[in-house]
């Protein structure tokens, strides 16, 4: 009898994907990218005191392409609108985004012409993060958040699809002229 009728239905697929799962949340990368004061909270986070290396993440990448993880850190001009979604597509897939603090969120106290109401607005958010700005620990807890959904995501999903549909969805509730042509 092969392992297939022996074992319980689904047992090697819900096996695979625990082991990919576990894999792809403990090989987590950032990418090098801070656009305002929360950049320096998130800066703090790889410093000894607050050890992101625990997780094995303290080689922030300086290269889009090594990296699988956004940490968007700070308000989102609409000059730096088109560079992060630059950089978020020269990420290798899959890939994942925090968006740290209130500004990144929703544009914060900054509503205004020259500030991205929420930068779900032009890339997919994994997991937001209040604050202003966020202390490291909060970092490290929205970290850890993420590693519980990576841990847990099923195989087979087509991320890319799931990303365009959350941009969409952004954008018909709070749309934001400037962002047009943007989206692809
Ligand atoms: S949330 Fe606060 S600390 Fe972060 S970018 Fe905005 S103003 Fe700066």
């Given at each position: 009898m092969g392992i297939e009728e022996a074992a319980p239905s689904g047992f090697l697929l819900t096996t695979l994907e625990k082991a990919v799962g576990l894999t792809r949340k403990a090989s987590m990368w950032p990418v090098t990218f801070g656009l305002a004061c929360c950049a320096i909270e998130m800066m703090a986070t790889g410093t000894p005191r607050f050890d992101?290396?625990?997780?094995?993440?303290?080689?922030?990448?300086?290269s889009p392409r090594q990296a699988?993880?956004?940490?968007?850190a700070g308000r989102v001009s609409q000059k730096m609108a088109p560079v992060v979604r630059q950089v978020y597509d020269q990420m290798a897939e899959p890939k994942w985004v925090i968006s740290m603090g209130v500004c990144a969120s929703s544009g914060g106290m900054f509503n205004n012409y020259a500030i991205v109401q929420g930068v779900d607005h032009i890339i997919p958010v994994d997991v937001y993060l209040p604050g202003c700005p966020p202390r490291p620990e909060m970092l490290l807890n929205a970290i850890l958040t993420l590693h519980e959904q990576v841990r847990n995501e099923p195989l087979g999903v087509n991320r890319q699809e799931a990303a365009r549909a959350a941009e969409e969805a952004a954008m018909t509730a709070t749309p934001t002229s400037q962002m047009k042509g943007l989206l692809r």
């Open positions: 992101i290396s625990r997780f094995g993440m303290e080689v922030f990448r300086a699988d993880l956004m940490i968007v």
